[in-house]
């Protein structure tokens, strides 16, 4: 029997029965571009501009907003030369938050089961949490004076189980550096920067996060650089990158052949999905090149207001590894005790200089090792105890509310007057003559 032609499959000549589908519009379109410069504070003027504008245009394509088999040039990958470029490493990875790179970070440097991470007792809660979703062990040890890992608490709290250490550059300024590369080289372990609070920040002309193993960046809203929420990780090791990178997506869109079976042992294991998409990506370019002018901005404020204080017995700053590679946003002040501390600042309060402290015993904090009672108690996501039940109990770290006297010391004493990049003359000169003031009422 004769097949007519239109019958015939199409892998035998006939006709496709679906000769072409689309194009489609993109599912983004003007209403999610709406939505965006909705964000903005604009005036209801300009809104109303704008709005007309985008009815007026018959054809608006959205955009591609998965980093990978983007049809455009990636603004996630552009983020990633840009961090790269500024920090000075030769690896970087965009992750969705800073939590995601200190996890990938630890994972990539092969921390598991029972292996022992050193922490410093003030830090935001994730550098520690990072280690126990790693099911490894933080080791929580003493801050100095520059409110910092200190480098010999740091050694004497090495064991046969520690796998790296952890320094975090807290409020803007670096840690020991020389000390801790020198202790992590000495005991070949790995040294990661936390640098969620110091982007940008350097130590002797070196960009933090370029100095140790690895280094983890938040974009986090309250961060130096903010595109909302997001990370980065950064390092000289391809080796360490490309098993972050595993880690950071299981799915595996970042080979060159996802589905192909690892090149090197390694390479692949089941991780998560730390992928930053191309909304945050955009947000963090211009984030990460206005960065130095931002720098500027806070280092001339915090210059303006020191140069103003005048010294009164017994206030000292918080020591500074580097002054000048400090970020400046913030200054940090100890006081006799933590009865003129409260005073003063509940007086600066008062003035309307931006002043808080960073301890009171009865104010809860996750950035205070105190309040990490889901450590401290070894809280377990399930019922099988990990990490904690991986060690003898007599071998885990001896977790307690007292076990870093110094550091809640100096935490308590510590007055913190916030700064601003956009501080004009005049503001740095109030807040400076409102300290003044204060102090020289309590210490009259
Ligand atoms: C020192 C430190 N590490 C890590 C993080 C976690 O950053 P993210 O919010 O991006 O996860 C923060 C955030 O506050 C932080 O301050």
């Not at 097949?3 to 993109?26: C, H, I, R």
């Not at 046969?160 to 080289?185: F, P, S, Y």
């Not at 370029?210 to 809203?221: E, K, Q």
């Not at 003063?344 to 960073?358: F, N, Q, W, Y």
Request: aromatic share 8%; with cysteine.
């Amino acid at each position: 029997m004769e097949v007519k032609a239109e019958a015939m499959l199409a892998s035998q000549g006939g006709p496709k029965a679906v000769p072409k589908l689309g194009p489609f519009p993109s599912k983004l379109g003007r209403e999610e571009l709406w939505e965006l410069i909705d964000l903005w504070d604009l005036s209801p003027q300009s809104k109303e501009r704008i709005k007309n504008i985008l009815n007026q245009d018959s054809h608006i394509e959205g955009p591609h907003l998965f980093r990978y088999y983007n049809p455009k040039p990636s603004r996630v990958a552009a983020a990633e030369d840009a961090m790269r470029e500024l920090i000075g490493a030769k690896y970087c990875l965009a992750v969705n938050s800073c939590t995601s790179a200190l996890i990938a970070s630890y994972r990539a440097l092969g921390i598991g089961l029972g292996d022992e991470v050193i922490v410093p007792a003030y830090t935001f809660f994730a550098s520690a949490a990072g280690v126990v979703a790693s099911n490894g062990i933080p080791v929580i040890v003493e801050v100095d004076d520059s409110l910092t890992l200190d480098p010999e608490a740091a050694e004497r709290a090495i064991t046969r189980r520690t796998k790296a250490i952890v320094i975090v550059h807290m409020r803007g300024a670096a840690g020991q550096m020389d000390a801790l590369m020198d202790l992590a080289k000495r005991k070949g372990l790995p040294l990661v920067e936390d640098v969620a609070q110091a982007g940008g920040g350097s130590f002797r002309g070196k960009r933090l996060g370029s100095i140790g193993t690895m280094g983890c960046f938040s974009f986090d809203h309250y961060k130096v650089m903010s595109s909302g929420e997001g990370g980065f990780v950064t390092t000289d090791d391809e080796w360490l990158y490309t098993r972050a990178q595993s880690w950071h997506d299981t799915a595996a869109c970042w080979r060159p052949d996802r589905f192909a079976r690892e090149r090197r042992e390694g390479e692949l294991f089941a991780g998560e999905n730390y992928r930053m998409s191309e909304l945050q990506g955009a947000v963090a370019i211009a984030q990460i090149r206005k960065t130095d002018s931002m720098l500027a901005g806070y280092r001339r404020a915090r210059d303006l207001i020191l140069a103003g204080i005048d010294p009164v017995p017994g206030l000292t700053f918080r020591r500074l590894t580097d002054s000048a590679g400090d970020t400046a946003i913030c200054l940090i002040m100890f006081l006799p005790n933590p009865g003129v501390t409260r005073r003063a600042i509940e007086e600066l309060h008062a003035e309307g200089v931006p002043a808080g402290g960073v301890y009171d015993s009865k104010v809860r904090d996750w950035h205070i090792y105190t309040y990490w009672e889901h450590v401290l108690e070894t809280k377990s996501v399930a019922a099988d105890g990990l990490p904690w039940s991986a060690v003898p109990k007599q071998e885990l770290p001896k977790y307690s509310r007292e076990m870093c006297p110094r550091t809640l010391d100096l935490l308590g004493r510590s007055v913190h007057i916030e700064i601003n990049h956009n501080y004009s003359d005049e503001d740095c000169h109030a807040i400076a003559q409102g300290i003044n003031k204060v102090f020289h009422h309590l210490w009259k």
